[in-house]
């Protein structure tokens, strides 16, 4: 699709307000980023080479890994065509864009392999539990050796469901929820935006997210069984956690 003419002040507004409702959605995302950030610099003893952001949707993210790593080169992928507008529009142009289906075979064969570090952050929930795990089957592969897979997104603790329950939903849920609707019916007042939200319509129609939930246990079962030599937890909070799946290789020693 042709790209569109937007005002970048706005871009960046949307932008700015679409991290805002991330913050809300995932109790603790900025410290999730230090921790993510941390440790793949530990197992590169530095910065990784080639980084690879899956479901990156308007690349807020993307934007803070290149920004302390400018010598990565980072890519984002995601299928909806509005958020791929908004990473075009407001990204530096230095950072890859990608438009393309994480159930598909489409994203290995256009991003490459030999990445150091691939993450989706809050994007595997709207996937089947067979997309799940045939998306970390191609992610293995596209690691390089010692690379890691980071997945965010929520993953109750089955060892304590009470817990889970009396946090769900999280404290700052309803009020993302409601800047969610809002934030879209903003974008789709916009006349620039009219044909990507009927292309979006379309594109979503016959594909509702999958709304999958598991513990983290079966996300690095899963990982496992995708050929990772090692999957545990990275991070939690709440009913939201963090796996790492380490490829083969080992990582870098510091003596």
């Given at each position: 699709?042709?790209?569109i003419?937007?005002?970048a002040?706005?871009?960046?507004g949307?932008?700015?307000t679409?991290?805002?409702?991330m913050?809300?959605?995932v109790?603790?995302?900025?410290?999730?980023?230090r921790v993510?950030?941390?440790?793949?610099?530990?197992?590169?003893?530095g910065?990784?080479?080639?980084v690879?952001d899956?479901?990156?949707?308007p690349?807020l993210?993307?934007?803070?890994?290149?920004?302390?790593?400018?010598?990565?080169?980072?890519t984002?992928?995601?299928?909806?065509?509005?958020?791929l507008?908004?990473a075009r529009?407001?990204?530096p142009?230095?950072?890859?864009?990608?438009g393309a289906?994480l159930?598909?075979?489409?994203?290995?064969?256009?991003?490459?392999?030999?990445?150091d570090?691939?993450t989706?952050?809050?994007?595997?929930h709207y996937?089947?539990?067979?997309?799940?795990r045939?998306?970390?089957?191609?992610a293995r592969?596209?690691?390089?050796?010692?690379?890691?897979?980071?997945?965010?997104?929520?993953?109750?603790?089955?060892?304590?469901?009470?817990?889970?329950?009396?946090?769900?939903?999280?404290?700052g849920?309803?009020?993302?929820e409601?800047a969610?609707?809002q934030?879209?019916?903003?974008?789709?007042?916009?006349?620039?935006?009219?044909?990507?939200?009927?292309?979006?319509?379309?594109?979503?129609?016959d594909?509702p997210?999958?709304g999958f939930?598991?513990?983290?246990?079966?996300?690095?079962a899963?990982?496992?069984?995708?050929g990772f030599?090692?999957?545990g937890?990275?991070?939690?909070?709440?009913?939201?956690a963090?796996?790492?799946a380490?490829?083969?290789?080992?990582?870098?020693?510091?003596?």
């Open positions: 699709m042709t790209p003419a937007l005002d002040a706005r871009v960046a949307w932008r700015a679409w991290d805002t409702m913050t809300g959605f109790p603790g995302l900025s410290a999730f980023e993510l950030t941390t440790a793949a610099e530990a197992l590169r003893c910065p990784p080479a080639r690879l899956l479901g990156g949707g690349g993210l993307a934007e803070r890994m290149a920004a302390r790593w400018p010598d990565a080169a980072v984002l992928v995601d299928l909806d065509p509005v958020l507008e908004l529009a407001g990204l142009g230095e950072i890859g864009v990608i289906d159930t598909s075979t489409v994203w290995p064969a256009r991003t490459g392999g030999g990445h570090l691939i989706a952050v809050m994007a595997v996937l089947t539990p067979a997309a799940i045939a998306l970390y089957a191609a592969d596209a690691l390089a050796p010692g690379g890691v897979l980071v997945v965010a997104d929520v993953m109750p603790d089955d060892g304590v469901p009470a817990l889970m329950r009396v946090l769900d939903p999280g404290p849920e309803a009020a993302a409601l969610w609707a934030w879209w019916g903003e974008l789709a007042a916009v006349p620039q935006f009219q044909d990507l939200m009927t292309a979006r319509a379309e594109l979503f129609r594909r997210p999958a939930t598991a513990d983290l246990g079966w996300h690095a899963a990982a496992r069984d995708a030599r090692e999957a937890a990275l991070w939690r909070d709440g009913r939201h963090a796996l790492a380490l490829a083969g290789g080992m990582p870098c020693s510091r003596s």
